[in-house]
Every structure is written in C-alpha cells, then in structure tokens.
C-alpha cells in the first residue's frame, strides 16, 4: 500500500494575492518538520499538499503526529494512492480501510472527481466502491445521513485516494507569517500556553526567560527548556534568552516598598523583555497574564506594567479561566511539566499584601529610589543564548 498525507490547506486560501507566498512558507514548513524521518516529495495543488514518503521504512505514525502540529494545516487525512482503475480503486479500499471498515457499523462513500477524464462519474464511483465494501464487510451498513464512517474516493491529477474521515488539523497560519514576537516565558502553566496561541497565528518566538539564582535553581530553569521544547514541536525552533534577575530583584527588595515589589518587578522585566526583543528584531511581547488572576493582573496592574514597555504586549489569555488554559496545556502536553515543583523568579521576595490597584504615579515615584538603567544594561548583557529544538 502506497500510503501519503492529504493536507488540507486552511485560513491560507483566503489570503488573496498572498496566497501563494503563504503556501510557499507552509510547504517550507512542513519539508523542515519532516527532514529528520526521511525524504518525501511534497506538492500543493487544489488547496491540498500531498505529501508522499520516498523512503519504505519511513513510519507513517510518526509523520501524521508532526503534521498535525504544524500551523496552516486544518485538516489531514491519511491516505491510500492507486492508479486511476476503478478495479484498483475497489481493491485498495477494502484492504487499505479494512481496519476501520471491521470496526464501523454504518459508513457511506463519497467521491470528488476532479480529473474529468476519469470514465466514471462521481455518483457512479461511489455506488460501485460502496456496493463492494458493503460485499466484503457484511457487518456494515449504508448510512447516507449519518454514517459512522465517510470513505472518500478522490480522482485528482496527481492519481486516486482513498481515505476514511479527515483528522483535525492545527488549524492556524503558517510560521512566520505573523512575525517575531518575544514570549516572556516561566515554568507556570500559563505562559506555555500563549506562546503556543501566538505561534498559532504565524509568530515566529523568541523566549525570554528570568531567572534569579540562587533564589531559583538550575532545575527550575531546564523545566523551562523542556516546556519549551513541547511548544517547539508546534511553534519550530526557538531561540531562548535567560536573563540574570538576581540583582534587580535584590536592589527591589531593598529600596522600595513591600506593596509593590510585585509591580516594580514586572515593570522591570518589561523593560529587560523590550530591549532583548529590539535585538532580535522583535515587533512584539507576549505575556500568559490572565485579567483578575492575581493581583498583578488586575487592569490597574496591567495598565502600569504595559506602561514600561514601548511596544505592543500581547496577551491572549487575558479573557481566559483558568480551565480552559489547562484545557490547552493538556492538550498541548505542557500541563504535566507546568507542576512540577521548581520555584520562579516571581515567587521570590512576594509581599505579603501585594496592591492590587497601584497607580502609576505612586509606582513611578518608588521605582525613582532607584538607578535603573544600569542594572537593565548588565541584565541584558549577560543574557544567556541557548537554542531549543522540537
Ligand atoms: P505562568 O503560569 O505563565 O507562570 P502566572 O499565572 O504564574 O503565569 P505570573 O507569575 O504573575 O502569572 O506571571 C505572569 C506572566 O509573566 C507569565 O505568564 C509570563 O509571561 C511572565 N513571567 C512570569 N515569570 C517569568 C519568568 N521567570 N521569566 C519570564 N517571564 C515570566
Ligand atoms: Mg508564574
């Protein structure tokens, strides 16, 4: 059985004009994504890309689970190629499908002819496939309404497929469609989260990480890695910067007041994030920041950690519970690493009655107690690079 991917391109095709440059990054997408299992010829035409192994041994598994994490992709489906005979097609699909055929109680067959030199029909090749299925498989019923399964039969120029119900697809658009943006990242389950929603909408991520040793710990800092290299597998490589905070946080503690040590500091790694993101040719952050989560995400403390940076923060959890972020990380496979137990750089020196609704005035007046721009230049001088991979 020859068996290829038919993946079925999504929000691209309304692109317009910029249709074709957005299949283009999506095809150069999804040749990177699959070069480590082996070599495969990949072509777009009719708003689907065929994607074909070119080696035996190459696992079909594993290149269904990388496809369904690229972005661009609505739906796939896994398929059988034949050659345009009817007789073929028959053949192919009750041995290709055989094992969901056995399972399924009732299934239809619909057929999409789109090679018109094909001598059959689409109604006719659906009755013909139909009646020899319904032949092999006496557990199986006709359910043109509300079939179990749907066989598809496809007679596109490139040749025939047959394939059951197509799978859901990461939807989204294609990297780096949507530009670089810097994902202000820690080991919560939150941040894991947007940076996966942003990379979604095409945005290519560079992760900013702070870390405040010994206060936070070597562990605590390769579960970000690995949180990272799960969003990799949807988001591609990532360049990750980690940020020595130590000082900053210190030099807080020491000079302003309790109350708004929480927003100073975020004040603080906006400013780092801005500068690091300008040298990498960022137009934007990202924040897992969640409206009235805790109080430094109520709107006043929002309005006055946005205020440090000079560019646009997004945050796409902002209208977001709680549950349906966990909903993501389950789905995403971040969840389970998010708990574990490693301490973050904003849970060291946490006052015990944090303000919830600061005012920038009051804000700005306790951050003067202190020179900032020095400590903002060594923290982003000593930056550490580090690159992460699927
Ligand atoms: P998360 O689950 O993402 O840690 P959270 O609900 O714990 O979020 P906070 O700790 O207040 O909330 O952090 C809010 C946001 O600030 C995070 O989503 C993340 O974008 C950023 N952030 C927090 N800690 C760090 C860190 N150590 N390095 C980089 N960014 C951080
Ligand atoms: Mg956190």
């Known amino acids: 059985m020859n068996e290829i991917i038919l993946a079925k391109i999504g929000e691209v095709v309304l692109k317009g004009l910029n249709r074709k440059n957005f299949e283009d990054l999506l095809i150069k997408n999804i040749k990177r994504r699959l070069h480590p299992l082996g070599a495969f010829e990949i072509k777009a035409s009719q708003s ?3 994607i074909k192994p070119l080696d035996d041994n190459i696992d079909m598994d594993d290149v269904a689970d990388k496809v369904g994490k690229i972005f661009g992709i609505v739906a796939y489906c896994r398929a059988c ?3 345009k005979d009817i007789e073929k097609i028959k053949s192919a699909s009750i041995e290709y499908l055989a094992p969901i055929l056995e399972e399924a109680k009732s299934f239809k067959v619909e057929s999409k002819r789109s090679d018109k030199k094909f001598p059959y029909g689409s109604p006719e090749i659906s ?8 032949d092999s498989f006496p557990n199986i019923e006709v359910d043109v309404h509300n079939p179990e399964v749907t066989v598809t039969v496809e007679i596109r120029d490139m040749g025939a497929y047959i394939h059951a119900d197509a799978l859901e697809g990461a939807g989204g658009l294609p990297i780096p469609s949507g530009g670089r943006a810097g994902i202000l990242i820690s080991g919560g389950i939150d941040s894991p989260v947007a940076a996966y929603m942003m990379a979604k909408r095409g945005v290519e991520l560079t992760a900013i990480h702070f870390a405040s ?33 130590t000082k900053i946080q210190e030099e807080i503690k020491e ?13 603080m790694m906006m400013k780092v994030s801005q500068k690091i993101a300008e040298q990498h040719e960022c137009m934007a952050l ?3 920041e969640s409206l009235g989560q805790v109080a430094s995400q109520t709107m006043g403390a929002i309005a006055c950690t946005d205020e440090a940076a000079d560019m646009p923060v997004f945050r796409p959890l902002i209208g977001m519970d709680k549950k349906e972020i966990i909903r993501i990380s389950e789905k995403i496979n971040t969840f389970e690493t998010s708990l574990l137990p490693y301490e973050d750089c904003c849970t060291v020196f946490t006052p015990k009655h944090p303000r919830t609704k600061p005012k920038l005035e009051m804000v700005r007046r306790a951050e003067s107690a202190v020179e900032w721009d020095e400590l903002i230049e060594e923290a982003v001088n000593n930056t550490k690079f580090t690159e992460i991979y699927p």
């Open 48 to 50: 689907t890309i065929r």
């Open 81 to 83: 190629a034949v050659e």
């Open 127 to 134: 009755k013909i496939v139909g009646s020899h299925i319904a």
């Open 213 to 245: 040793p010994p206060y936070t710990s070597d562990r605590a800092e390769e579960k970000v890695r690995t949180l990272l290299e799960i969003v990799a597998q949807y988001a591609g490589r990532i360049e990750m910067y980690t940020v020595p905070f």
């Open 255 to 267: 000079k302003c007041p309790e109350d708004l040590f929480t927003i100073i500091m975020r004040r």
């Open 286 to 288: 990202i924040t897992g």
